[in-house]
Structure formats: C-alpha cells, structure tokens
C-alpha cells in the first residue's frame, strides 16, 4: 500500500521500459521479469507496456500475480517463479492457465494431485543453492510424472548466482554446463523441452547462456547490472525508468551553529539556506543515507543534511536561496542540468551495501505512482 498521505511520488516512464526491452534482443527471445510488482514499477502498467512491444511471456512471482494479470487480459506464458505452494495455488495455475515451477518432490506430488491437466516447468538447482532439483533426481521426476498423467513438463529452468561479476566467468560456466547436463537428461524422457537460464546479465553478455528464451529483469527497468565492473559497457545505452520527486514544504534561513533534525549530527559552519522536504525513510529514503546523499532541485545537486526523519528530510539549497515551497526535489532521477548527473539507483545502492533492487522494490513500492511514456 503507498503512503497516501504523502505528496512524493513515483515516476515510472513506460518508453524507457519499452526501449530497455528491445535493446535486449528479440521479442520471443525475452521472457521479461516482473514478479515483486514488476520491482515496484507496477504490474498492470509494465505488462502493458511490454506486450505492446510484442512480449510473448512473463515470469512472474506468486499465482495472485497470475490472476491479476489474466483478469486484465493478458494472453502471455506465464512463468510462476515460485511455484505452487498450495493445492489452492494449482487450482489457480490450472484455472488461469499459468507455468509453475516445480522444485521438490513434495511440490510434484501436489501438482500431481490437481485434478486438471497442466504444463510446468522443471526448476534445476545448476549452482545458486536455492530452489531446484540436481540430475540425479531426474528418473525420480520422471516417474512421478509419468504415473500422473496431468502434468507435463515443457521447460527445464534455471538461475545463474553471479553472471554479473565477469571475475566469475568460471562459476557461470559451470553452472551452464550442469543447466545443460540436467536439461539434455530431461530432454531424453520429454523432447519437446524448451530451455532457460539466463538473467539481465547474461542477456547482456553471455551470449552462449541464451537458450530458449532468457529472463531480464533489472535491466528492463533501466539498471546495468555490470555497474561498476570491468563489463560496464556491455549495459551502456539501459535507461532507468523510475524517478522520485517530492515537494519543498518549507525554506529557511539557519544562522551559523544551528543544528539540524534528530540528533543533530549536522551543524551549520556558517548563515545558511535550507529545504525542508516531504520525503524520508516512509518513502524509502533509507535512514542509512542521512548526510550521505544529494537531490537534484533545478537540475542541480543539493546535499542531504541532518538525520533522514521518517516522512521529512533537509537540504542544504544556499546555492538557490530563492528556492520556495512546492518546487521539487529529486532523490531520484529527475530532469538534470547540462553536466549533472541525476541521483541513480546504483548511487544509493553503494552507498547502503545494497542493490538497486532493493531501492527500486522499496521506493516503487511505498509511494503513489504516476506514468508517463516519453
Ligand atoms: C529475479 C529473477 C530473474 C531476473 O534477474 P535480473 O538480475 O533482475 O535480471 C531471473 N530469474 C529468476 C529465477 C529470478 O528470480
């Protein structure tokens, strides 16, 4: 649920999704990501967008996430990233017509218990230590899904740990060799499996782990998942789609030695111009980020000042003391003046030992969002 009562907002441009998508190759060869509401961009709307540049399927997260978009129309192949956790989840998948992933025995059974006819998706553990079946298991699956007679398997899948750290090539390899080992063993039980392993980075650069089709997710939202390694360029041209504004509530002058919110970890060194603004750890400002940040306010940079509070924050603007109420600030993204950079995800990110991801999820996910196509 957004912060209603909040005037910041979430920006989403649609165009830059839709620009994103087809820098990263064909239509059929994409199966864009848009479990966690699409990384807090908004389902609906990023569905939308996508199947007007001709997506053909979508991995979603949960089976409510399937519903959801059946209801609104959408035709697309459907991956259910977390599979079916409940008998209630099959009757859904089976009602809605979506792919879940299988990743257990107990999961199989359950499915094999639906009493409707369904296609799944076999989830291979290839090396990221999470959900998923080994080679081994694979007579064991094929029995059970022989005995069955409801279910049919249509993909082998599975999900790379670090393709994005080109210092890890050797890992990444290793897991497309252990993907292709499960796959081929399958494959000679069920030939008509189709096959998927790869993620924004490897969509980027491992065009060996391409397959059937691939599963971008952070980079169709504009982030480069190379940010900051010696591969950056391969996702140079990505555009993010997200920005956040929120409004100046107050300007005012602080004499020398004042001090500012909580804890007054900030001082004034000298007379001084300061912002009040309506955004703070509520819209996903992290705390953590007190001091540490700027906004951009007229296209250029400001500091953050003083403790991040829950649904306020200070900026030093004594570089624009003219600046007034309701003018907007910028925490993210935004229109920037020639030679500035806007603050982007990855900034925040390092800052706080996290990922754009998690900023994006947060940030998408607490304020009210408005669409723009441009
Ligand atoms: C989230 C997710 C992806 C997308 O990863 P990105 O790094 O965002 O491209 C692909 N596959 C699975 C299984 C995932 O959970």
Redesign the pocket.
């Known amino acids: 649920m957004p912060v209603s009562f909040s005037p910041t907002r979430c920006h989403v441009n649609l165009a830059a999704i839709k620009r994103n998508f087809q820098r990263l190759g064909a239509p059929g060869a994409l199966m864009p990501?848009i479990?966690s509401d699409a990384?807090g961009h908004g389902l609906l709307p990023v569905a939308g967008i996508l199947d007007e540049a001709g997506a053909r399927s979508f991995?979603i997260g949960g089976a409510s996430e399937g519903e959801e978009l059946r209801n609104a129309g959408f035709g697309q192949r459907l991956l259910l990233?977390t599979g079916c956790r409940t008998p209630d989840d099959w009757e859904t998948a089976a009602l809605y017509g979506l792919l879940p992933?299988v990743n257990d025995f107990k999961n199989l059974e359950m499915g094999a218990a639906c009493p409707h006819n369904l296609e799944i998706a076999i989830k291979c553990d290839s090396g990221m230590g999470r959900l998923g079946f080994g080679k081994d298991d694979i007579p064991a699956i094929a029995e059970k899904i022989r005995n069955s007679s409801n279910l049919k398997p249509v993909m082998a899948?599975?999900?790379?740990a670090s393709?994005?750290m080109p210092e890890d090539a050797e890992y990444a390899a290793g897991q497309m060799a252990a993907f292709e080992d499960f796959a081929r063993a399958l494959a000679q039980i069920f030939p008509a499996i189709g096959r998927s392993l790869?993620?924004?980075?490897?969509?980027l650069g491992l065009p060996d782990a391409a397959y059937d089709v691939l599963?971008?997710?952070?980079?169709?939202y504009g982030?480069n998942?190379f940010f900051g390694t010696s591969r950056e360029n391969a996702g140079a041209g990505l555009e993010w789609a997200m920005s956040i504004s929120t409004p100046i509530l107050q300007v005012k002058r602080l004499a020398k030695g004042q001090s500012v919110s909580y804890g007054r970890i900030f001082r004034a060194l000298r007379d001084m111009d300061v912002a009040v603004v309506s955004c703070g750890y509520s819209q996903g400002l992290a705390r953590g980020l007190s001091g540490r940040c700027d906004m951009l306010v007229r296209g250029r940079r400001v500091p953050q000042i003083g403790r991040i509070c829950m649904s306020m924050c200070m900026l030093d603007v004594s570089s624009m003391p003219d600046a007034a109420p309701g003018e907007l600030a910028w925490p993210l993204g935004g229109p920037a003046a020639a030679e500035t950079s806007p603050v982007d995800a990855w900034e925040l990110a390092m800052k706080l030992d996290t990922v754009p991801?998690e900023l994006l999820c947060l940030m998408g996910s607490l304020n009210l969002r408005e669409y723009e196509n441009n």
């Open positions: 990501v479990k990384y991995a990233l992933l899948v599975s999900h790379f393709s994005d790869g993620n924004s980075a490897a969509a599963r971008p997710g952070l980079a169709i982030g998942p991801y």
